[in-house]
């Protein structure tokens, strides 16, 4: 069976890498979508309204066809300090494709063929639950918009979950790294920090060099929600939550020796304070315990992954 899908936020850190990797298996087939204005509402809506009709359409017209659907969600533009009217808005875009999915998927009979896969984020939804580290069956507690989004995102996928029969995956997320990031745009510690080793600013730190985080290299979890989708395919589970971590607890001070060990100099950053700061926990260990066989596998190394950001930084830069 061919699992055709759309990645929405392809052209973003995540949806790059899940591009790449679906390419790369031979039961995956992606589905050509042109790029969306996120400002304009009503293009997006008509845009994602005549690719899924025409999308759905085509399997349900092959009768013989057995092929299923995934949707991945990962896009997203906020973060944490971003401001409530933009999460909104965020979330009203998230909901507007899910009815229209909802919709298609009701015309051409097709709803209990698919699937769904929403990049969520660990972080945001449990930076003020208790008792680290956190699995699926912590109770989340968001401390910022970004986490309030995340969780709501979840909650309105839960919802088209129960009106349509389709198949979700919920990723919670760790610190997401790596090559691909625009310099416009540089998300998370490690990126600013890579970057600020190429650069006459320093790279500001506002947390204390204790804080706790899980990081995971943008390819590895690009290949383990892949296999968790199959999974939630093969087995025909209705709704899932899944961690997607590295499950190896890394402080900041010891981030900050990566570099130092990889430039053979002292990293370029200067500590600060930051009104988000009380938005962020201090730990952020975590286990999955839901399909842990999963996580059993090699992944990349946090100096090889940092490397590899690094040059993929200092190429952006030379190449302007």
């Known amino acids: 069976m061919t699992l055709t899908t759309w990645i929405v936020g392809s052209g973003g850190l995540l949806g790059r890498a899940l591009t790449a990797a679906a390419g790369a298996r031979a039961d995956w087939q992606i589905v050509p979508s042109p790029p969306l204005d996120w400002s304009d509402r009503q293009g997006v809506s008509e845009t994602s309204a005549a690719l ?5 359409g085509a399997l349900a017209d092959d009768r013989g066809n057995t092929d299923g659907w995934c949707l991945i969600w990962a896009a997203g533009a906020g973060v944490i300090g971003t401001s409530r009217e ?11 494709v899910l009815d229209l999915v909802s919709s298609a998927a009701a015309v051409h009979g097709v709803a209990s063929r698919g699937s769904v896969f929403l990049a969520s984020s660990a972080g945001g939804l449990y930076g003020g639950s208790a008792t680290p580290p956190y699995t699926e069956q912590t109770l989340p507690v968001p401390l910022s918009p970004y986490g309030e989004t995340k969780l709501a995102m979840e909650r309105s996928l839960d919802a088209f979950h129960e009106r349509t029969g389709t198949a979700v995956l919920k990723g919670r997320i760790a610190n997401l790294y790596g090559p691909g990031q625009k310099l416009s745009k540089m998300q998370g510690l490690i990126s600013v920090l890579a970057k600020a080793q190429f650069s006459p600013t320093p790279a500001s730190i506002f947390v204390p060099l204790d804080t706790v985080r899980d990081y995971i290299y943008v390819d590895d979890c690009a290949e383990l929600i892949l296999d968790a989708l199959e999974r ?5 589970e209705p709704n899932i939550t899944k961690i997607l971590a590295s499950g190896e607890a ?6 900050i020796g990566h570099f130092q060990s990889l430039t053979r100099r002292k990293p370029h950053i200067m500590l600060g304070s930051s009104p988000t700061v009380s938005m962020q926990a201090l730990d952020l260990r975590l286990r999955s315990v839901v399909w842990s066989d999963l ?15 690094m040059l993929d930084i200092l190429g952006s830069i030379q190449r302007g």
């Open 52 to 56: 899924l009709d025409s999308w759905f």
């Open 250 to 255: 890394v402080t900041v001070g010891a981030l």
């Open 295 to 309: 996580d059993e596998r090699e992944l990349t190394p946090l100096p090889a992954g940092i490397h590899a950001t």
């Open 232 to 236: 939630l395919v093969s087995l025909g």
């Open 86 to 96: 933009q999460f909104g808005a965020e979330l009203a875009q998230f909901d507007a």
